[in-house]
């Protein structure tokens, strides 16, 4: 039997869990190529200021954005628990800084609930709903959202030349 992510009510998606400050978050564990070291980024001029920069992945340039900030969540401090993923957006790599990486999760689609009124620093934008794991609010981010196509191939550009 094909258990690979059907869409039928009681199938269970993969969630990649990790943490912005206080805030828990999860993605689409099918966008994630690598979990990587925060390390040496090269600045890049006239950016918006969540782009980090861009690093050399195995010859490839890769945009690496503070999801913090573009969330415009409170900034905390980089520290040895942050990391980099490494995402595929439609053939796209983008790396997002994240404060620590979690666990892998799997829901269904039931556990998955509209998003509340209120929530503390989240830009609702770039939110599908919120899942309640062990007594836990988990934020499901839409990835794909979180940096249009033009933005993230001006910054490769702007790497280049």
């Known amino acids: 039997m094909n258990t690979t992510y059907a869409t039928s009510e009681s199938s269970k998606n993969e969630f990649l869990s990790f943490q912005l400050g206080e805030e828990e978050f999860c993605l689409d564990i099918l966008k994630v190529q690598e979990i990587r070291g925060y390390a040496g980024v090269t600045s890049i001029a006239n950016t918006p200021d969540y782009i980090k920069g861009v690093v050399n992945l195995r010859g490839e340039v890769v945009p690496i954005l503070d999801l ?7 900034q905390v401090e980089y520290n040895e628990f942050t990391v980099v993923i490494i995402l595929n957006l439609g053939g796209q790599n983008l ?5 620590g990486v979690s666990d ?4 269904n689609a039931d556990q998955i609930q509209d998003l509340p009124e209120m929530l503390s620093c989240i830009d609702t934008r770039f939110m599908t709903g919120v899942a ?5 609010t988990v934020v499901l981010l839409d990835i794909e959202k979180l940096l249009n196509k ?4 001006s910054v490769v550009n702007q790497s280049v030349h």
Do not use: F, M, T
């Not at 892998?104 to 829901?107: G, N, S």
């Open 150 to 153: 033009d933005e993230l191939d």
């Open 95 to 99: 790396g997002i800084v994240v404060d």
């Open 132 to 136: 309640i794991i062990d007594s836990q």
């Open 68 to 74: 913090r900030i573009k969330l415009q969540c409170e």
């Open 104 to 107: 892998v999760i799997a829901l």
